[in-house]
């Protein structure tokens, strides 16, 4: 059975800071995985995704993310948070022999401060 | 066009209303989903059509009843809805259904509440 866990459910940082939001995966095949920010009372849209490409995925935004298989780890990074990335963060994996399934996490909740 | 537009965006009813929520997609996307969002909560999916045909029903209740009369449209039709009910109702659509790494673009959603 595939999964994905989301490390964090807040993360909170300081506009021009970095920005971390892990992401750990549980899959017996290649994955597809997906990160998707959801702003309050908003859509799902979709920031990146990994198949099994190149390993370092860069989205929109200025988000990357970097698919590693010996930590099963997809963690989205980036350089400097603005005020606007304050949002929710999903991260998905695709199901194996399904995939119109998508696999949420549980989310993670980025508060930017001034 | 890239988006996925839903109307309508809030909806209010009681419990012995029906109505129906609409999806509409021009993408050429010949898969279609609906999916149930609880607050502080992931997407919960609840129904996919592949080219127009139910391809997947997450064991949902029988008052809410899925159609897609073409491969741009997709509507909920809702009866008899309880207040547990209430939610964001997001609409997606994917390039085709059953391959990998085709991510689902998401409407805005509408925000029902169940009187």
């Known amino acids: 059975a595939q999964s994905v866990t989301q490390l964090d459910s807040h993360v909170s940082v300081s506009e021009g800071t970095p920005v971390l939001l892990r992401c750990n995966y549980s899959?017996?095949?290649?994955?597809?995985l997906f990160w998707y920010v959801q702003h309050p009372n908003k859509g799902l849209q979709l920031l990146l995704k990994y198949t099994s490409a190149a390993t370092l995925v860069k989205g929109i935004n200025g988000f990357e993310a970097e698919f590693k298989k010996s930590e099963t780890s997809f963690h989205l990074t980036k350089p400097s948070a603005h005020m606007s990335d304050a949002a929710e963060y999903f991260c998905v994996v695709s199901g194996f022999y399904n995939t119109d399934k998508l696999i949420f996490g549980t989310g993670t909740r980025l508060q930017v401060f001034p | 066009d890239t988006e996925v537009t839903q109307t309508p965006k809030h909806l209010v009813m009681g419990m012995t209303n029906k109505k129906s929520l609409k999806c509409e997609q021009h993408m050429g996307h010949r898969a279609m989903y609906w999916y149930k969002q609880k607050a502080k909560k992931p997407p919960e999916l609840m129904f996919v059509?592949?080219?127009?045909?139910?391809?997947i029903n997450e064991s949902v209740p029988s008052r809410f009843s899925p159609e897609c009369p073409n491969s741009s449209l997709l509507n909920l039709h809702l009866h008899a809805l309880q207040p547990e009910d209430s939610a964001l109702y997001l609409c997606a659509s994917s390039q085709v259904g059953g391959s990998r790494g085709n991510e689902q673009f998401f409407g805005p959603g509408t925000r029902l509440t169940v009187l």
């Open positions: 899959s017996s095949y290649s994955p597809s």
């Open positions: 059509y592949s080219y127009e045909k139910l391809s």
